[in-house]
């Protein structure tokens, strides 16, 4: 991020005021025909000198557009160390995108997540198009325009690099950014949102996307957004007053929460639910289409669950995170309902955590104090009976974010990449693969305290999470207060 003055243009307009006109200079490197009033000044070749575009030496005209530009400090903002003085903004840098496009909504949400589609795995040509799903955060006493909502973002290009030329058909195809949406009325605000997409079971017809959204209500309500979906490509869908409806509400919560997670491992759909009493449960959608939810939850947790995840390879493990400071591994069989491995990862709450798809003993956590870290789960030792189990060294562990830790994401393409938003209002990429050297200081480029495995830095304004999308490569999502990008 670069630093911009806000009141670059005060000179300017303080000059019209004051009666004077700014002198209209062309822009260096003008096309334009002009006539050098210095032609017949030079009596020898002895007398020319080398002349810039206008006439004058390069170093002279160079020295003064330099004078004249925008004061811009080009220094790389780093959260938690660089304060920006009164009137600064940030401003991103072009160069270093590929794709960047934001957009703002009614009200912020909280919680989102991509929708699978049908357009093929691995995209990499532009414009792109990303379907989502979201949950608003209506102002108090306007709780009746709370909505889940089902968006269709087109038109994504690339970053117009001027320096590149592509000869890619598809980067030359100009199409203006759209949001299309379609809201379904939510009676409160929602506090996570997740997607689960079935197996299709005709190739002719869409496969049928259920979403699971946490209310501050402490309700559940699972929603069937094909029809939504399907209206977005097919103009002159009509969605009925039914579709509209939940097909489910899980009320065994008795208090609100955040932890919500599909299991990537049971087609049909199995949904984990926790919430701010220490209380997990497991609902499990059934061949004809009802649900059922289990009467006796997994206990353990002494506060809050804040996240909950499936293993990525074993259909019965499944992993907590609480604001009591541990991670737990639980077997959903368990008749106990007690956790297998409880291990105290951190001081403070852990807000997040995200299991490697690709390496599945792998396991990143995020905590209260900004700090996140990465798991061997190799390394865990099962719990005895009343004991906690001994805590292991993290195989990484990165305090550069001096906030709390809103979101952490394995990137599914790549086991060594990691996405990371924080309360610092920045969204951060990280690579695993870069290495300590014993000979080099732990500053990258002679910055202090920065980790060489940082990638990338994006601000964000109260960014709450972050996703990848599986089937554009390096593309990242995330929400916040200020919209979305």
């Known amino acids: 991020m670069a630093k911009r003055a806000a009141d670059e243009s005060e000179e300017l307009v303080g000059a019209l005021k004051g009666g004077d006109r700014p002198e209209n200079t062309p822009p260096p490197n003008e096309a334009e025909d002009f006539e050098d009033e210095f032609e017949d000044e030079f009596e020898s070749d002895s007398d020319v000198v080398e002349a810039g575009v206008d006439g004058r030496p390069d170093e002279e005209r160079e020295a003064e557009e330099q004078r004249d530009a925008m004061d811009m400090d080009e220094q790389v903002f780093m959260p938690g160390r660089t304060k920006l003085a009164p009137g600064e903004t940030l401003s991103p840098d072009p160069s270093t995108y590929e794709m960047l496009h934001t957009f703002t909504t009614t009200w912020p949400c909280l919680s989102f997540d991509i929708v699978p589609d049908q357009l093929g795995n691995e995209r990499k040509?532009?414009?792109?198009?990303?379907?989502?799903?979201?949950?608003?955060?209506?102002?108090?006493?306007?709780?009746?325009?709370?909505?889940?909502?089902?968006?269709?973002?087109?038109?994504?290009?690339?970053?117009?690099?001027?320096?590149?030329?592509?000869?890619?058909?598809?980067?030359?195809?100009?199409?203006?950014?759209?949001?299309?949406?379609?809201?379904?009325?939510?009676?409160?605000?929602?506090?996570?949102?997740?997607?689960?997409?079935?197996?299709?079971?005709?190739?002719?017809?869409?496969?049928?996307?259920?979403?699971?959204?946490?209310?501050?209500?402490?309700?559940?309500?699972?929603?069937?957004?094909?029809?939504?979906?399907?209206?977005?490509d097919n103009p002159g869908t009509i969605i009925t007053p039914k579709q509209q409806k939940a097909l489910h509400t899980i009320r065994s919560h008795r208090s609100e929460g955040y932890a919500l997670d599909w299991s990537p491992l049971s087609p049909i759909g199995k949904l984990l639910t926790g919430d701010n009493d220490g209380k997990i449960f497991i609902t499990t959608r059934k061949e004809g289409g009802t649900f059922s939810t289990d009467n006796k939850p997994f206990t353990g947790h002494s506060s809050s669950v804040e996240d909950l995840?499936?293993?990525?390879?074993?259909?019965?493990?499944?992993?907590?995170?609480?604001?009591?400071?541990?991670?737990?591994?639980?077997?959903?069989?368990?008749?106990?309902?007690?956790?297998?491995?409880?291990?105290?990862?951190?001081?403070?709450?852990?807000?997040?955590?995200?299991?490697?798809?690709?390496?599945?003993?792998?396991?990143?956590?995020?905590?209260?104090?900004?700090?996140?870290?990465?798991?061997?789960?190799?390394?865990?030792?099962?719990?005895?009976?009343?004991?906690?189990?001994?805590?292991?060294?993290?195989?990484?562990?990165?305090?550069?974010?001096?906030?709390?830790?809103?979101s952490i994401e394995w990137n599914p393409n790549d086991d060594s990449i990691i996405a990371v938003a924080a309360g610092d209002n920045t969204l951060t990429l990280w690579d695993l693969a870069v290495e300590f050297d014993d000979e080099e200081s732990k500053d990258t480029a002679g910055v202090q305290d920065v980790p060489p495995q940082l990638l990338f830095v994006h601000y964000m304004e109260m960014v709450k999470e972050c996703h990848w999308h599986r089937q554009i490569p390096g593309t990242v999502m995330g929400t916040g207060g200020g919209g979305f990008g």
């Not at 709780?143 to 320096?163: A, F, I, P």
């Open 309 to 406: 995840q499936w293993s990525p390879n074993e259909r019965n493990v499944f992993s907590s995170c609480s604001s009591d400071g541990t991670v737990k591994i639980w077997d959903a069989r368990s008749n106990s309902r007690k956790c297998q491995v409880d291990v105290q990862v951190s001081n403070t709450d852990v807000n997040v955590l995200s299991w490697s798809n690709k390496t599945a003993h792998l396991l990143a956590t995020g905590a209260d104090d900004g700090q996140w870290a990465v798991w061997d789960l190799r390394q865990w030792k099962p719990s005895s009976a009343g004991s906690r189990s001994p805590t292991p060294s993290p195989v990484a562990s990165f305090d550069f974010h001096k906030e709390q830790i809103t």
């Open 125 to 232: 040509t532009f414009p792109a198009t990303v379907y989502a799903v979201a949950g608003t955060q209506a102002a108090m006493g306007k709780e009746n325009e709370n909505s889940l909502m089902v968006m269709k973002l087109s038109g994504l290009s690339r970053m117009d690099h001027e320096e590149e030329e592509s000869d890619d058909d598809d980067d030359e195809y100009d199409e203006e950014p759209g949001l299309d949406a379609k809201n379904i009325p939510l009676p409160s605000t929602a506090n996570r949102v997740r997607v689960h997409q079935l197996p299709p079971k005709d190739s002719s017809k869409p496969p049928m996307t259920l979403t699971a959204t946490m209310t501050e209500s402490s309700d559940i309500f699972i929603h069937d957004i094909t029809p939504q979906l399907t209206s977005f």
